[in-house]
C-alpha cells in the first residue's frame, strides 16, 4: 500500500534550520510532482511548497521563499525540505502528498506529519 512517512520535525529556535525528509514507498515516486503542506495551530492547510518528478522546476508559497528549499531523490523514493531561516510562523504539522492540498486531507496521497516548533 501507499506509505509517506515524515521525519526530521523537531523544536528549533528563530533563525534555525531543520531538514525535512519524506519517504515514499508503494506507488511509483518518480512519476508524481510532489508537495509540501503544512497546518499550523488552528488553522487550515497551507501549501509550501512543490517540485515536479524529474526535480527540475520547484514553486513555493511567498512565505517561504528564499528560506525552503524543496528535493528529491528519486532513487532513494524520498522527498525532502531543507529549511532554514526559520520564523515562529512556521511552527507547524508538516506534511508531504501528491497534491496541495486544496481538497484537504482526504484526496490523495499524505503522511502523518511531523511537528516543527519554532519557538525561543
Known amino acids: 500500500q501507499v506509505q509517506l512517512v515524515e521525519s526530521g520535525g523537531g523544536s528549533v529556535q528563530p533563525g534555525g534550520s531543520l531538514r525535512l525528509s519524506c519517504a515514499a514507498s508503494g506507488f511509483t515516486f518518480r512519476s508524481y510532482w510532489m508537495y509540501w503542506v503544512r497546518q499550523a495551530p488552528g488553522k487550515g492547510l497551507e501549501w509550501v511548497s512543490t517540485?515536479?518528478?524529474?526535480?527540475?522546476?520547484?514553486y513555493y508559497a511567498d512565505s517561504v521563499k528564499g528560506r525552503f528549499t524543496i528535493s528529491r531523490d528519486n532513487a532513494k523514493n524520498t522527498l525532502y525540505l531543507q529549511m532554514n531561516s526559520l520564523k515562529s510562523e512556521d511552527t507547524a504539522v508538516y506534511y508531504c502528498?501528491?497534491?496541495?492540498?486544496?481538497?484537504?486531507?482526504?484526496?490523495?496521497?499524505w503522511g502523518q506529519g511531523t511537528q516543527v516548533t519554532v519557538s525561543s
Open positions: 517540485i515536479n518528478n524529474v526535480g527540475g522546476r520547484k
Open positions: 502528498a501528491d497534491n496541495d492540498g486544496r481538497l484537504g486531507r482526504g484526496s490523495g496521497y
